[in-house]
């Protein structure tokens, strides 16, 4: 994938987590465009962050995102059960006329 | 409210060809950019294509020559022509709606699979 995600982690109830995505200067460090999507199993994605940091309405706020260079972050507070779920990173990049490339995913499992 | 739903997935043979169809609703497809996005088996999410409001799509490389958009306005439906498929095309499709820069809906995909 153009973008790197960990394969999984993990976080008790309660706790916060965070998602790292790594990049390079041509998607996530050059562009203020990254965005986050949770998917539940069988389900499609759904988006939770674009923009670096900007939620959709109704999404909980317990969903943040930040980027530092050429990598961005999703953290989940107060995680809960019904967090576990697939997320995946996504940034504008100026290699492809497509819209844009996605991580490899993160498995999100609440301990 | 929005709601894409996709169809035309199924079973193919390598090489065959296969058309996919995202009806759309709550919207006009022709105003707004369009994606399609697909998921080999517990695999992650690969951008296949988007299509720009003035009717020009671009594709992955991997999709490139094979693959093939078109829309029927007055039906509001953004079709997806995949011929020459292959076993690694194998995957399911969703087809979204972008917003700038991300993909503020998705439609609940159709499974495509090539095999013999």
């Given amino acids: 994938s153009a973008l790197t995600q960990p394969a999984s982690v993990s976080g008790s109830p309660g706790q916060s987590i965070t998602i790292s995505c790594t990049g390079t200067s041509n998607d996530i460090g050059g562009f203020n465009y990254v965005s986050w999507y949770q998917q539940n199993p069988g389900k499609a994605p759904r988006v939770l962050i674009y923009e670096v940091s900007k939620r959709p309405s109704g999404v909980s706020s317990r969903f943040s995102g930040s980027k530092s260079g050429n990598t961005a972050s999703l953290t989940i507070s107060g995680l809960q059960a019904e967090d576990e779920a697939d997320y995946y990173c996504s940034s504008y990049t100026s290699t492809t006329t497509l819209g844009g490339v996605f991580g490899g995913g993160t498995k999100l499992t609440v301990l | ?116």
């Fill in chain 2, 1 to 116: 409210e929005v709601q894409l739903v996709e169809s035309g997935g199924g079973l193919v043979q390598p090489g065959g060809s296969l058309r996919l169809s995202c009806d759309a609703s709550g919207f006009t497809v022709s105003r707004n950019y369009m994606s399609w996005v697909r998921q080999a088996p517990g695999k992650g999410l690969e951008w296949v294509s988007i299509t720009y409001s003035d009717g020009n799509s671009y594709f992955a490389d991997s999709v490139k020559g094979r693959f093939t958009i078109s829309r029927h306005n007055s039906k509001n439906t953004l079709f997806l022509q995949m011929t020459s498929l292959r076993t690694e095309d194998t995957a399911v499709y969703y087809c979204a709606k972008n917003r700038d820069s991300y993909l503020d809906y998705w439609g609940q995909g159709t499974l495509v699979t090539v095999s013999s």
